[in-house]
């Protein structure tokens, strides 16, 4: 709903700060500029305003329709500035939610943890979610067992803005889906069958085949490294996917072999032996089969 484009006011505007603004843009959402690390005794805010302008990106007092708010994130100096920045943005947008409606979110996060199963941080959009609410993701089910939220305090159900951790998931759910109430386990299973049976025809037009957990390349080079990642997130996941694949592959390719969430165990070891791999683990455990 509003962006918040962050510069460091010690260097300068990066090409990855014009990428970022090319995204803004795209998405035509109105946007803030915290020009952050003020506590920096090189601290340049003038400049940075300068070649922000010749992005035209202007500033209020410069004249321009676009926010300024100096921070710092490491002494949260004028946070508070730039979150009432955000709320008087929206409220300028007249950016509202429906409570009435079916609740709706984004998945910004997902974990599988071994206690507590498969989780997912969501960003409520629209409407109200509740424990014991049926929800979908995808073509991923589930009934919702237990909500957070950011201060992991257990709460009964939340509403628009909110972000919350739900515990519940029949299956892993995936990062940016949309996750959905439903008024019941069976309204929420037609949905389920109703998107397996849309994905069915896709395959068949274009001759898809979907990978889960694995990754298909074609290589030259003469000498690849077999890799299998386990971590506890499915950000850390795709982050690490696209490091290895921005690594030059000329003379020795690293190939991921496969990729998952939770602990290493007794299957990936064995995996791991019959294609000659190298398992890499972060923030994750071993199970008690994979130590042997």
């Not at 990428?19 to 005794?41: F, H, Q, S």
């Not at 386990?185 to 274009?206: C, F, G, M, P, W």
Request: net charge negative; proline share 2%; hydrophobic share 40%.
């Amino acid at each position: 709903d509003v962006a918040i484009l962050v510069v460091a006011t010690d260097d300068m505007v990066q090409p990855q700060t014009i990428e970022c603004l090319n995204y803004i843009r795209t998405a035509g959402v109105p946007m803030i500029v915290a020009l952050n690390k003020i506590d920096k005794e090189n601290a340049n805010i003038e400049k940075i305003k300068e070649q922000l302008a010749e992005q035209n990106v202007i500033s209020e007092e410069w004249g321009g329709d676009t926010v300024f708010v100096p921070v710092s994130a490491l002494t949260g100096d004028n946070i508070d500035n730039l979150l009432e920045s955000v709320l008087l943005v929206a409220s300028m947008q007249d950016l509202r939610a429906d409570m009435s409606c079916k609740g709706k979110g984004i998945i910004i996060e997902t974990q599988l943890d071994k206690t507590k199963g498969i989780s997912a941080t969501v960003l409520v959009q629209q409407g109200v979610f509740k424990k014991g609410d049926a929800v979908t993701a995808l073509d991923v089910m589930g009934k919702i067992r237990m909500i957070t939220n950011e201060s992991q305090e257990v709460i009964n159900q939340a509403g628009p803005s909110q972000i919350i951790k739900i515990w519940g998931f029949y299956d892993q759910v995936q990062v940016n889906e949309e996750l959905t109430v439903h008024s019941s386990d069976k309204e929420a299973r037609a949905r389920i069958k109703e998107v397996q049976v849309n994905d069915t025809l896709i395959s068949s037009k274009i001759g898809g085949v979907k990978l889960n957990g694995r990754e298909a390349y074609t290589y030259k080079a003469d000498k690849v490294l077999n890799v299998i990642l386990k971590a506890n997130a499915q950000g850390i996941l795709e982050a690490i996917i696209d490091i290895i694949k921005e690594i030059p592959q000329d003379k020795i390719v690293a190939k991921v072999l496969s990729y998952g969430l939770g602990e290493i165990t007794e299957t990936d070891v064995a995996f791991a032996s019959t294609t000659n791999a190298i398992i890499i683990g972060f923030d994750t455990t071993l199970a008690p089969g994979a130590k042997q």
